[in-house]
């Protein structure tokens, strides 16, 4: 922001806060070519970080990394193993198939697990945050979050058959490459929806004004 040379006091307040403002230290310090990390840790207040809504990150991080490790793996699976390992005799693909299927397995069940487990704790905090938003965002925001539930239900239906053992679903494994292409597409439509529902423009409604009572005559 440009500062008029000619006001005395906007050039003041214009040197303290480049005194006491740790953004433009860091800034500074940065022009100049000095370190700012230790800068950085020296100004850092242990009290602000303790504030934060720590169960709110932690549910945040083991919703991303579950949603990381179910997706990737699929669309590696899709991708890069099944066409890799059609090309093997039947011996070594069965025996491959088994040592991925039994491996797999573990991951994708704790990946379901921490997705349902953060997945309600975020919908719970968020549900507090809509109460004071537009309606029409809020029922954008219900419908889109509907959508995502239920596919998600899908996408863990068809990774719990494709990783398991039940004879009833052994069609479907044998059919692997269809089911797997058709939960890489629904993982990938979970995370376009799931971006869409973050940028939403949540919005408060600010109640009316309340009038001040007229004086009793």
């Known amino acids: 922001m440009l500062v008029d040379r000619n006001d005395p ?4 307040d214009k040197c303290f806060q480049a005194a006491y403002d740790p953004r433009a230290k860091l800034a500074t310090l940065a022009r100049r070519g000095e370190p700012t990390l230790r ?5 850092l207040d242990l009290a602000e970080l303790a504030q934060l809504d720590w169960i709110a990150i932690i ?9 990381i490790t179910a997706v990737g793996g699929t669309i590696f699976m899709r991708m890069a193993l099944v066409p890799s390992v059609g ?3 039947d011996d070594e693909r069965k025996k491959l198939h088994e040592g991925v299927r039994s491996r797999w397995v573990k991951a994708v069940m704790a990946a379901i697990l921490f997705l349902l487990l953060s997945g309600i704790y975020n919908i719970v905090m ?4 809509l109460k004071t938003v537009d309606q029409g965002v809020k029922s954008l925001y219900h419908m889109l979050f509907g959508i995502k539930f239920l596919l998600a239900f899908v996408i863990f239906f068809l990774a719990s058959v494709l990783t398991g053992r ?12 269809f089911w797997l292409s058709l939960n890489m597409t629904l993982a990938i439509l979970v995370v376009c929806i799931s971006g ?7 919005k408060m409604v600010m ?5 001040a009572a007229a004086p009793a005559e």
């Open 9 to 12: 006091s906007a050039l003041l």
């Open 39 to 43: 800068y950085f840790f020296e100004e």
């Open 59 to 67: 549910s945040r991080w083991a919703h991303i990394l579950a949603a």
């Open 87 to 89: 090309v093997l005799p």
């Open 126 to 129: 968020k549900e507090k945050q």
């Open 166 to 177: 039940s004879p009833a679903f052994a069609n479907m494994r044998a059919n692997a490459r």
């Open 196 to 202: 869409v529902l973050r940028a939403l423009p949540i």
């Open 207 to 211: 109640p009316p004004p309340v009038e």
